[in-house]
């Protein structure tokens, strides 16, 4: 365990060498002057993933929307601007958001079990979804919450000093600060930390293919298997996230799926079957998936909490369907908490809630019979992980 420090020492040592605090919501002052202030110093940094056009305008080609951008306005997203024909991020290392988490609360139940993750957001997201539990963040722009400058490096340090394993981006969209979580990726496998990124998977396959180098596991939002759901809910499309899915099965990379299921919107038996065999097919039946119970919040208190035996009928559907380690999410002391050997059915991991219990588990594998439970159980092998190579085609004949 590491000892705990005061929330005044924990930020100091964040903040250390960091250039600025940046002072929307400031007490004092007019909006405009904060706006003001916020824009002097916040951390605008070069955007990757963009391609200029004429007149000054840019288009974006880091996510699926491919914003196109005219001189002084932003993307969809609201953290990334166009200053005269350049691309740029309002949020590298601006952080909202900084906290230890359990990886449980990740939720990832097949990595480093039992372990904290040091979890970070910054403002911004690239989907508008109506059931958003961090609405506060991630439909607000950089200059309308509360932010500290933490560089890569000082992120990194920190973790090593406090003998955190993981960095999570999480919270809010990590894609949108796509530059951040790529350089202090590379930066924490450097010293020896591993990073996770949990993600709506609205990606485009170059950029994911690309910040896979540095990752040691992804954590994917699939919020329903309907295009309908996701323009309707999500101001989004399905397509993009099932293709950023496979593009992490081709790559290799630990990969797990949560989905919320919303009464009457997306836990329909039938679509709950069909997501099932598709995430057989497409991420092969060792993938772990968890359902999750939706609870009302932002623009989605018409409904109700979700029923458990609806989550209790998706699990026998996904399992039914060849899914072999399928959780339950937001329903305290169920057994879908716990890891059970697909093999001999003995538990290998039990949880309850944040409480873990790995003495099923020896070397990776289910302690009674033997048989390998696929993960990532050491820090060791998430930092030993390489993207599979992409096939290249075979030279035509002369």
Wanted: proline share 7%; glycine share 8%.
């Amino acid at each position: 365990m590491v000892a705990p420090k005061t929330r005044r020492e924990f930020l100091q040592t964040l903040g250390a060498g960091a250039c600025a605090v940046c002072a929307a919501g400031i007490v004092g002052g007019s909006a405009a002057a904060q706006a003001d202030d916020w824009r002097a110093q916040a951390a605008v940094h070069d955007a990757l993933w963009f391609d200029r056009l004429a007149d000054k305008a840019v288009r974006c080609t880091l996510c699926p929307r491919e914003c196109v951008v005219a001189d002084v306005e932003r993307g969809y997203c609201g953290v990334r601007e166009n200053r005269g024909g350049d691309y740029k991020t309002l949020v590298y290392g601006n952080l909202c958001s900084i906290n230890v988490d359990p990886i449980e609360k990740k939720p990832l139940f097949h990595y480093l079990p039992g372990t904290q993750a040091l979890s970070v957001a910054t403002a911004g997201c690239n989907m508008e979804c109506k059931f958003c539990q961090n609405w506060e963040i991630s439909q607000f722009r950089p200059e309308q919450v509360r932010s500290l400058l933490v560089p890569p490096e000082n992120l990194v340090q920190t973790a090593v000093a406090r003998g955190i394993p993981t960095i999570a981006y999480t919270y809010s969209e990590p894609v949108v600060f796509y530059e951040y979580m790529h350089d202090t990726a590379a930066a924490g496998r450097a010293a020896g930390v591993g990073s996770v990124m949990i993600s709506n998977g609205f990606i485009r396959e170059a950029a994911i293919r690309q910040l896979c180098e540095h990752l040691t596991a992804v954590k994917v939002d699939l919020k329903a298997f309907t295009e309908k759901f996701y323009e309707d809910q999500c101001a989004a499309q399905l397509a993009p996230v099932k293709k950023a899915l496979e593009v992490l099965a081709d790559v290799g990379i630990h990969t797990e799926v949560v989905v919320l299921l919303v009464p009457a919107l997306n836990d329909s038996p039938a679509e709950v079957g069909e997501m099932a065999r598709w995430l057989v097919k497409a991420l092969g039946p060792d993938v772990p998936v968890h359902f999750s119970r939706f609870h009302p919040t932002y623009r989605m208190k018409n409904l109700p909490p979700t029923p458990v035996e609806t989550i209790d009928r998706a699990r026998k559907i996904a399992m039914d369907a060849g899914l072999r380690y399928v959780y339950v999410g937001n329903v305290p002391f169920h057994e879908g908490e716990s890891t059970y050997c697909a093999s001999c059915g003995k538990p290998a991991i039990r949880r309850v809630g944040y409480r873990v219990d790995a003495s099923g588990m020896k070397d990776g594998a289910c302690a009674a019979c033997g048989a390998k439970i696929p993960g990532v159980w050491s820090q060791d092998e998430a930092l030993r992980f390489k993207p599979k190579e992409k096939p290249q085609p075979s030279p035509a004949a002369p």
